[in-house]
């Protein structure tokens, strides 16, 4: 594992601790192939301005909690050795511990996710959050 550096950074209302090199680039396009294939990939509807759309990514919901956001309540898959692997490398730099992950996989470059406040009652009051 490489790690060049830590920044951390203060944002309005939090920090961020960005880590560019963490995994080699070898790594990282092994986990991603393993996630393509191992995660249980699925596209939700979500109601947006007045009328039921596809959320325009597929999305993975595994962990300890349930999660609800725009009206859609997430059930939690159990964690699988993969992401457990990946959500001990996060624990470790951030210092924190992790209950859910919410994977989210864009297929090409129609694929978005809008500018959002992860400010939803079950992440609490100042949730940590690892991207």
């Not at 594992?1 to 396009?29: D, I």
């Amino acid at each position: 594992m490489k790690l060049l550096e830590n920044q951390w950074n203060e944002l309005s209302g939090g920090n961020l601790l960005w880590l560019p090199n963490y995994f080699t680039s070898e790594q990282a396009n092994a986990y991603h192939h393993q996630l393509l294939e191992q995660l249980a990939w699925r596209q939700d509807n979500i109601m947006m301005f007045g009328k039921q759309i596809a959320i325009p990514r597929l999305q993975a919901w595994y962990g300890d909690a349930s999660y609800t956001y725009s009206n859609l309540k997430l059930e939690p898959l159990p964690w699988n050795p993969l992401l457990n692997s990946l959500k001990a490398h996060c624990e470790k730099v951030a210092g924190s511990q992790f209950n859910s992950v919410l994977a989210n996989l864009y297929r090409d470059g129609q694929d978005s996710n809008g500018w959002h406040s992860d400010d939803e009652k079950e992440l609490g009051i100042n949730p940590v959050i690892a991207r």
